[in-house]
């Protein structure tokens, strides 16, 4: 589509007119959103495919810039950034970062008085429900399996698809597997997020499918789609990064699909975060 013909024009320097196919109230929520961040043209001709790739290799308009990062290790810095437009109410003159994959381990760095903040899941956070550092935090986030549905792949039929969202039982991965206060995700929205205006009610409440959980259904779905693809059987590669809770998040979908859907077989491969971007890129999953 020609750029003229997208709705989207700069006015001057520092504003951006979008024009909206329909009403929407929850757009100036989306453009806090780093997916519609401005990108600097200079760093992008600059680095070229590059860009982005370690600390070196980026443009800073915020109160901090990041230092020694190179795309791959465990631990930097986020220094003071002196040409912040407002550097007075820059209060910290650094910020050191950890990357912690295990959650036991983050705890132990908390309690060592080594990290500020550690989030916690699976046993770590089952075992401190009353301790006094233990703090609940709300976030409108959803979390989701992605499929690849590619012509001759196992979830191009849409029949596969449905069969795998039911027979996940989604409350015992919530409870059981994550057990950090999360809650068992029905659509693509969080609940409490946005509502309805014509009807006031919770969006996510409002668009709940029907059945979330249906084994037996999950089966018969199963089966047809494996007919209808003329298939015997579904080996499916599930690709995830080498922090322990979404190993375990892979291991409980494994564990779900494979004893309770017949000629159905689950490979997991943890990788480093970079692999499963490289992966999901060229669809090999």
């Given at each position: 589509m020609p750029v003229d013909k997208l709705g989207v024009?700069?006015?001057?320097?520092?504003?951006?007119?979008v024009d909206l196919e329909y009403p929407m109230l929850y757009f100036n929520r989306m453009m806090i959103m780093p997916t519609f961040f401005p990108q600097s043209r200079a760093a992008l001709k600059k680095f070229g495919n590059k860009y982005g790739t370690?600390?070196?290799k980026m443009y800073y308009d915020g109160p901090f810039k990041a230092d020694g990062w190179t795309g791959s290790n465990m631990s930097w810095s986020l220094d003071r950034n002196k040409k912040y437009y407002d550097p007075k109410s820059i209060h910290l003159k650094q910020i050191k970062m950890q990357v912690v994959k295990d959650a036991n381990t983050a705890h132990q760095l908390f309690q060592q008085g080594n990290l500020e903040d550690a989030q916690i899941t699976g046993t770590t956070a089952q075992g401190m429900q009353n301790d006094k550092n233990l703090k609940h935090l709300h976030r409108a986030g959803?979390?989701?399996l992605q499929l690849t549905m590619r012509k001759n792949r196992?979830?191009?039929n849409a029949k596969m698809r449905e069969a795998l969202n039911l027979v996940l039982d989604k409350k015992q991965l919530a409870r059981k597997v994550l057990a950090d206060?999360?809650?068992?995700a029905d659509t693509f929205v969080a609940p409490t997020f946005a509502k309805d205006q014509s009807t006031g009610v919770d969006?996510?409440?409002e668009m709940k499918p029907e059945e979330t959980h249906n084994i037996a259904k999950a089966q018969k779905l199963r089966d047809e789609g494996l007919k209808e693809e003329d298939r015997k059987?579904?080996?499916l590669t599930y690709y995830t990064d080498d922090q322990t809770i979404n190993k375990n998040i892979a291991q409980f979908v494994q564990s779900q699909v494979e004893t309770k859907l017949k000629?159905?077989?689950v490979e997991i491969h943890a990788v480093s975060t970079k692999n499963v971007q490289d992966n999901v890129m060229w669809g090999e999953f």
């Open positions: 024009k700069a006015l001057n320097d520092h504003t951006l007119q370690d600390s070196s959803v979390y989701y196992v979830f191009s206060g999360s809650t068992p969006f996510a409440k059987k579904a080996d000629h159905t077989n």
